[in-house]
């Protein structure tokens, strides 16, 4: 695919460490958590529709913990949930948002075959050993993404890098990782642009 048509959302410049502005790619960056991902998001798609442009495919490239899969892993989310949506004290079941269309557990059909397909759950807290984690990787971005992308009829795509294990040493493995998750983005996204 073309590096025009791919659309790269990333959290941080820190997880490209530059190496795909160096190669091409078309980045966004959108900030933590989960209203700056999907306000970032939703303004980009705004602009390319109102420039009359076809919508790029959306790829959320960034890092993750995990209490399951070794750090170093890198894996593709096609299926993402909530795991801080608790409104449980009116009934609904955790992860649901109340009186809102959008299933509790959005699904992308798999971009990146060769990766172990995973289920990302989103929250606005980074996990340490303090937080309840559901799903096979944590971050805190991805299900914002994913539902702009839903409502907007966009193609989403999602790779994470497994940095820590969700626990009380995230903060420290999640730094030290974060020059092996950019060459690994970079070789992703130097696949994805040769297809």
């Known amino acids: 695919m073309q590096p025009s ?18 190669a091409g790619a078309h980045l966004l960056y959108t900030g933590v958590g989960k209203v700056n991902a999907a306000a970032a998001l939703a303004r980009r798609l705004a602009e390319i529709r109102c420039a009359g442009a076809e ?26 949930a909530q ?14 948002t109340p009186f809102d269309e959008t299933p509790p557990v959005i699904e992308f059909p798999s971009v990146f075959a060769q990766l172990p397909q995973v289920l990302c759950s989103t929250a606005d807290s980074f996990a340490t050993h303090r937080h309840e984690v559901s799903g096979d990787v944590v971050d805190m971005e991805g299900f914002a993404l994913a539902r702009v992308c839903h409502a907007e009829k966009a193609c989403f795509a999602c790779a ?13 493995h999640w730094e030290a990782a974060l020059d092996n998750a950019a060459r690994a983005f970079l070789n992703l996204f130097q696949t994805l642009s040769a297809n």
């Open 83 to 96: 795991r801080d949506m608790d409104v449980s004290g009116l009934g609904f079941a955790p992860g649901t």
């Open 55 to 80: 919508l790029p495919m959306v790829v959320n490239l960034g890092t993750a913990g995990s209490r399951t899969i070794p750090a170093h892993t890198l894996v593709a989310c096609n299926r993402f």
């Open 160 to 172: 994470k890098y497994v940095t820590d294990g969700a626990d009380s040493d995230s903060a420290t």
């Open 5 to 22: 048509k791919l659309l790269i959302v990333m959290a941080l410049a820190q997880e490209s460490r530059g190496l795909l502005e160096r």
